[in-house]
Nanobody, 122 residues
Framework: QVQLVESGGGLVQAGGSLRLSCVAS????????MGWFRQAPGKKREFVGA??????SYGDSVKGRFTISRDNVKNTAWLQMNSLKPEDTGVYFC?????????????????WGQGTQVTVSS
């Protein structure tokens, strides 16, 4: 069982930056692919990005603005969000799956955090 705890959300003006953190329990963090998803009110959950032990992948709407990283010693994954736009507003979720490949759909992930709210004002 893996438990995920996100933090770092908040209110920011358009053009600003935020860094989200996801801390995972367990001793085999390096074996998990870590994903980030977001959900805006009234919309489906959207893939933001993911990082495996050797590669990353990003959703088209965040490419060039968001960066995912991880530290396997700290059992932590981060989502660095720059040049934020009002359309980036939503609840951001961290997810994990025991796999070496980057996964881009939510049904592929087994573990989820509780989410953290990100609000970007115009």
């Amino acid at each position: 069982q893996v438990q995920l705890v996100e933090s770092g959300g908040g209110l920011v003006q358009a053009g600003g930056s935020l860094r989200l953190s996801c801390v995972a329990s367990g001793r085999t963090f390096s074996s998990y692919t870590m994903g980030w998803f977001r959900q805006a009110p009234g919309k489906k959950r959207e893939f933001v990005g993911a990082v495996s032990w050797r590669s990353t992948s990003y959703g088209d709407s965040v490419k060039g603005r968001f960066t995912i990283s991880r530290d396997n010693v700290k059992n932590t994954a981060w989502l660095q969000m720059n040049s934020l736009k009002p359309e980036d507003t939503g609840v951001y979720f961290c997810a994990a799956v025991l796999h070496s490949r980057v996964m881009t759909t939510e049904r592929e992930y087994d573990y989820w955090g509780q989410g953290t709210q990100v609000t970007v004002s115009s």
